[in-house]
T-cell receptor, first 116, second 119 residues
């Protein structure tokens, strides 16, 4: 069975600095999708970034980028120029079916605090 | 982008009563919607997959008779917690699959969640 592991329950970063959140996963599939979701205090889950496993190029979305290491089954999220609004729970998630099938497997989450 | 509306955001009920939570896709049709449960400071656990016009598919360990799911239209799925008990108190989140208008990729859009408190 697929698993997703986030080994950092909590992280802290100074405003404007860079922080990296770790995620590892286990799967026997060769084609899959990986996501980072953000859950702010409002509890609304928001998609931050998505990576297709067959794409070697790391996904980027403005200040958010990933370091996808398929062989190592690692999928870390880098947040550059951290802002106060980035404070939230961040969940790494795995899906075999492209994300629209709902069979997302979530990690336990990393709580990110941003210090002014 | 795609929007999923979930209602109510908070509900308090007495033990033994039933509570209905609605999940609507506002600007797209969703043949499939999903219901999750999130315990405090925990991750999301998929409860069931709601299929329009057919029976929901429940994850192992989820009681079908306790958590009734109806997906009568392409834009609405409901979760009814029947004969609710204090242990059913939790945060329930729905999501729906849709196509991102920018990238064209299939993505899940989540509702804002419903906090159920059973007294």
């Amino acid at each position: 069975a697929q698993t997703v592991t986030q080994s950092q329950p909590e992280m802290s970063v100074q405003e404007a600095e860079t922080v990296t959140l770790s995620c590892t996963y286990d799967t026997s599939e060769s084609d899959y999708y990986l996501f980072w979701y953000k859950q702010p205090p409002s509890r609304q889950m928001i998609l931050v970034i998505r990576q297709e496993a067959y794409k070697q190029q790391n996904a980027t979305e403005n200040r958010f980028s990933v370091n996808f290491q398929k062989a190592a089954k690692s999928f870390s999220l880098k947040i550059s120029d951290s802002q106060l609004g980035d404070a939230a729970m961040y969940f790494c998630a795995y899906d075999d079916y492209g994300g629209s099938q709902g069979n997302l497997i979530f990690g336990k989450g990393t709580k990110l605090s941003v210090k002014p | 982008g795609a929007v999923v509306s979930q209602h109510p955001s908070r509900v308090i009920c007495k033990s033994g009563t039933s509570v209905k939570i609605e999940c609507r896709s506002l600007d797209f049709q969703a043949t499939t919607m999903f219901w999750y449960r999130q315990f405090p400071k925990k991750s999301l656990m998929l409860m069931a997959t709601s299929n329009e016009g057919s029976k929901a598919t429940y994850e192992q360990g989820v009681e079908k008779d306790k958590f009734l799911i109806n997906h009568a239209s392409l834009t609405l799925s409901t979760l009814t917690v029947t004969s609710a008990h204090p242990e059913d108190s939790s945060f329930y989140i729905c999501s729906a699959g849709g196509r991102d208008r920018g990238s064209g990729a299939n993505v899940l859009t989540f509702g804002a969640g419903s906090r159920l408190t059973v007294l």
